[in-house]
């Protein structure tokens, strides 16, 4: 999701009816070449050089998982919306990618399947993210990362999850851990935010 502030919380949307409109916010559908190509910068700088398996939890409706797919990488998506699984497996067709539906705190997945897991603007929706993230590193094969896009919404209710929490639950579980702050790049979202955006990017 874009503007968490339009929510009181993950877990209480429909994103099946959300589904129709989702690509609609800039940073979603990434329909404008210059937010696509931002988006597209970011990840060659986040994900590994060669061809690496890609775990996109809660994936939408594929935008970023078609970015990483066409930079070469093995992508699975998960979601638990078969609206967005459907829009995402359209989105994907023709590439080396597959879109599953399910939880993404417990993926339908093997373990020590993936180099990378993706994440954006899921992880504040999860209840016991601590225990969320033991899980997923499961699921990473030695040497793997997180990659994980979160921030906090909104002036007088704010949503999300505070950098500082986000690297304090990676710490038991990450060897070397790196924050890039995102809000001061106008492109990603298509417009200027004053909000806390940020990406960690955490190996094991």
Not at 67 to 72: I, R
Not at 84 to 107: W, Y
Not at 164 to 182: F, K, S, W
């Amino acid at each position: 999701m874009s503007d968490a502030s339009e929510w009181t919380a993950g877990a209480d949307v429909d994103w099946d009816a959300e589904a129709a409109v989702f690509d609609d916010e800039p940073d979603h559908g990434l329909r404008a070449p210059e937010t696509r190509a931002a988006w597209a910068e970011r990840l060659r700088g986040w994900l590994p050089g060669q061809p690496s398996d890609v775990l996109d939890l809660g994936c939408g409706t594929g935008s970023l998982a078609l970015l990483a797919a066409e930079q070469g990488h093995r992508v699975t998506g998960i979601d638990a919306s078969p609206a967005m699984v459907e829009r995402a497996r359209a989105k994907l067709a023709g590439q080396d990618a597959r879109v599953l539906c399910g939880d993404a705190a417990v993926p339908p997945v093997a373990e020590e399947g993936y180099d990378v897991i993706l994440v954006r603007h899921v992880l504040w929706t999860l209840p016991r993210p601590a225990e969320v993230l033991r899980h997923w590193r499961t699921l990473l094969r030695p040497g793997g990362r997180f990659v994980l896009v979160e921030g906090v919404w909104g002036s007088l209710s704010p949503v999300g999850t505070p950098v500082d929490e986000v690297t304090a639950l990676l710490a038991p579980l990450a060897g070397r851990i790196r924050v890039e702050p995102l809000s001061g790049d106008p492109l990603l979202w298509g417009r200027t935010v004053t909000d806390e955006r940020y990406a960690v990017l955490a190996e094991i």
